[in-house]
T-cell receptor, first 112, second 114 residues
């Protein structure tokens, strides 16, 4: 079955430190891949997406993600975290004609 | 409007009552989706509308759940005889076309069944 796994439920990083959030997918072929962010009481905002081509994609708010076919991964990164980045992050995938499947999310806390 | 609009933003209802949640998608978007987000869970797909095609209802958890989309625009998700396990945030989203496109989410309707 198609699935998306985010192994880390909760991550805490210091402000200014680098960040990597993990995402693995299980699909027959390379799916479309997305990262969304959800701030408390807010809807989901798209950070970035991968459809094809360059495996390193840039998104909003200084985020980037790298698609690695060999590892079935699409990890989200940011070089320097800001306190405002504290939120819930969701990785999602779709084969293009099937419902978008979400991981269970990773909650990011940022400490001073 | 500029984004996906959902109402009500919060709803508290008694167990056994019916509730209706409304979604107004982004103008011009042909695809509309409903998801459910429960505490500690990811987003669970419920139903998908695309143009005039028959909706994909494969995610609806029981026959107490139904949804319609009138005139290819506004959608209503109805939950009959609500149960406590229905308490969740119900998120609506829309996109210009099908699943391959980016979908844009509303802020959700928080349903609490007491």
């Amino acid at each position: 079955a198609q699935s998306v796994t985010q192994p880390d439920i909760h991550i805490t990083v210091s402000e200014g430190a680098s960040l990597e959030l993990r995402c693995n997918y299980s699909y027959g072929a390379t799916p479309y891949l997305f990262w969304y962010v959800q701030s408390p009481g807010q809807g989901l905002q798209l950070l970035l997406k991968y459809f094809s081509g360059d495996t390193l994609v840039q998104g909003i708010k200084g985020f980037e993600a790298e698609f690695k076919r060999s590892q079935s991964s699409f990890n989200l990164r940011k070089p320097s975290v800001h306190w405002s980045d504290a939120a819930e992050y969701f990785c999602a995938a779709s084969s293009g004609n099937t419902p978008l499947v979400f991981g269970k999310g990773t909650r990011l806390s940022v400490i001073a | 409007g500029a984004g996906v609009s959902q109402s009500p933003s919060n709803k508290v209802t008694e167990k056994g009552k019916d509730v209706e949640l409304r979604c107004d998608p982004i103008s011009g978007h042909t695809a509309l989706y409903w998801y459910r987000q429960s505490l500690g869970q990811g987003l669970e797909f419920l139903i998908y509308f695309q143009g005039n095609s028959a909706p994909d209802k494969s995610g609806l958890p029981s026959d107490r759940f139904s949804a319609e989309r009138t005139g290819g625009s506004v959608s209503t998700l109805t939950i009959q005889r609500t149960q406590q396990e229905d308490s969740a945030v119900y998120l609506c989203a829309s996109s210009p076309a099908t699943w391959g496109n980016t979908i844009y989410f509303g802020e959700g309707s928080w349903l609490t069944v007491v």
